[in-house]
């Protein structure tokens, strides 16, 4: 693993990148739904100028600098800072790029279906990704847990959109989940570890972790679980309640809460934590990573077996989204190379598939107003753009070559041949099958299927462009990485070594 000292470099970079959508966020709403050209090309250049920003970091994460920025000091060893290392870039470089093409299918959706409050969505939009950037390029805990809850009270307005019953149920599950449960693990945590470590820093590398060699391992134990129960976000069992009924809120919302932001700020805090707080060395010794592993294998496999009952699309696709959330972290826990390589990319593989995914549910609801899944059979017929891109990501969810999430499940499958845990070895080849049973039922219907009784599919085509056009580059960029997953796998071997 890697143990080399970082070369620091201080950059303002990292002060832009974050600044870049709250002052879009600002923007959107000086410009209000009068506006509304002007209002949407806010959005679009913020996240256009953030990915350029992010980008230009890119050369020097590669020549091994380590980006760094101070914004201020709270007490010693507790400060707001920033820093930009290979970890950072895999989130930040696909969430970046994922939040333009977001901006433009958000367009057309929104206006599709008429919408109300399009300047508060597309402002809170604007401070999620604020949230999540902030997330990305913490240098500590602290600073870590100050945008991650950034990010649950922005995203709250979105959750709470159309502002009915059902609306303002789910958002109050969402933040109360997400919430309730940094404050009553995360925040006890982090008081624990200052204590006992007198920093609150990341360390450099992922083999040694910030705490001293003379820890009690009780403590660093229970310290362990209370980071993993505090980051509910990452949607792994039994805190994963809130994220299917969060799906009332707008599709746009659905792809920023399961590929761009949200969950993706849970995976990423746990596993930042798991390797730059407590260290694969330590966790080694005290027997914490195969456990974990196999506790995530649980939602794995039962998150899939709920999907296969599901009938309405989008709620198939977030449980979908819990059981692929915690590959990411089964790959970290075996503690292999090519496991915890395999963890990292699905960071970025899942996130271009499954904004794929819910973005091809919005198009198809915006076209057709169809929700279940019965009722889209023949229609692949009808909407083949939509459903190509579909069938692109299911693939990657499912794991087959040559999309991306092949590259994602060679690297687990070989990690935990690596561990010896043919258990874990048999729940990725149990989840695959549990892919296939619910994903390839959706694609061969809507292309082979009978139409519905009565259903002619009459004046119906395909959604907008502004949508149509994200979808198909979204499936593309999936396909491109499964076959060329060089460019990504720059970064996480930077991070294993």
């Known amino acids: ?10 950059s303002s970079k990292l002060l832009v990148a974050i600044l870049v959508p709250l002052l879009g966020s600002v923007a959107v ?14 959005s679009v250049t913020a996240a256009v100028l953030m990915f350029a920003v992010i980008a230009s970091m890119v050369p020097d994460i590669l020549a091994g600098r380590t980006l760094h920025y101070g914004i201020f000091k709270i007490l ?11 970890f950072s870039m895999i989130f930040a470089l696909a969430a970046s790029f994922l939040w333009i093409l977001a901006a433009f299918y958000s367009m057309g959706y929104m206006r ?26 913490s240098d500590n805990l602290f600073t870590l847990y100050l945008f991650y809850e950034i990010v649950s009270i922005c995203t709250y307005p979105l959750v709470a959109h159309h502002q009915d019953q059902e609306g303002y149920d789910g958002a109050r599950k969402y933040i109360v989940y997400l919430t309730s449960t940094a404050k009553a693990f995360l925040l006890p945590a982090m008081a624990l570890i200052y204590v006992l470590t007198g920093t609150l820093d990341f360390a ?26 505090g980051f509910a976000k990452n949607g792994v069992m039994p805190f994963h309640h809130w994220l299917p009924g969060a799906m009332v809120a707008p599709t746009p919302v659905s792809a920023l809460l399961h590929a761009v932001a949200v969950v993706k700020v849970g995976v990423f805090s746990t596993t930042r934590v798991m390797l730059y707080v407590f260290g694969v060395n330590l966790m080694h010794s005290l027997n914490l990573g195969i456990p974990t592993a196999y506790f995530v294998s649980f939602t794995i496999l039962m998150a899939s077996i709920i999907a296969l009952s599901k009938t309405n699309l989008k709620a198939r696709l977030a449980y979908s989204t819990v059981s692929q959330l915690s590959y990411i972290i089964l790959g970290v826990a075996m503690l292999t190379p090519s496991s915890i390589d395999g963890g990292l990319i699905h960071i970025a593989n899942h996130a271009f598939a499954k904004i794929t995914l819910f973005f091809c549910a919005g198009a198809i609801y915006v076209a057709t107003h169809k929700k ?30 040559p999309v991306a999430g092949f590259v994602t499940k060679w690297y687990l499958l070989v990690g935990a041949m690596q561990a010896h845990q043919i258990g874990l070895l048999l729940v990725l080849l149990a989840s695959t099958l549990l892919n296939v049973g619910y994903f390839v039922p959706v694609t061969y219907s809507a292309f082979f299927g009978k139409r519905p ?3 002619r599919f009459e004046g119906i085509k395909e959604a907008p462009l502004s949508m149509v056009i994200p979808i198909m580059i979204a499936a593309t960029i999936s396909v491109v990485i499964g076959i060329y997953p ?11 070594g």
């Open 453 to 455: 009784e009565g259903e």
């Open 76 to 86: 010693p060893g507790i400060t707001v800072t920033l820093r930009a290392d290979a």
């Open 112 to 137: 599709g279906l008429n919408e109300h409050a399009q300047t508060r969505f597309n402002a809170c939009f604007a401070l999620s990704l604020f949230g999540a950037m902030g997330v990305a390029f």
């Open 372 to 401: 279940d899944i019965s009722e889209m059979s023949g229609l692949g017929r009808t909407m083949p753009f939509t459903f190509a891109a579909f069938a692109i990501a299911s693939l990657s969810m499912i794991g087959a070559p």
């Open 204 to 229: 450099t590398n992922i083999s040694t972790g910030i705490f001293p060699a003379d820890v009690n391992a009780t403590i660093v134990t229970i310290l362990y679980i209370f980071c993993i129960l």
């Open 29 to 42: 709403m000086l410009t209000g739904k009068k506006r509304p050209n002007l209002r949407e090309s806010c």
């Open 486 to 496: 060089d460019f990504m796998m720059q970064f996480v071997k930077a991070v294993t």
């Open 1 to 10: 693993m890697n143990g080399s000292t970082p070369n620091i470099v201080e």
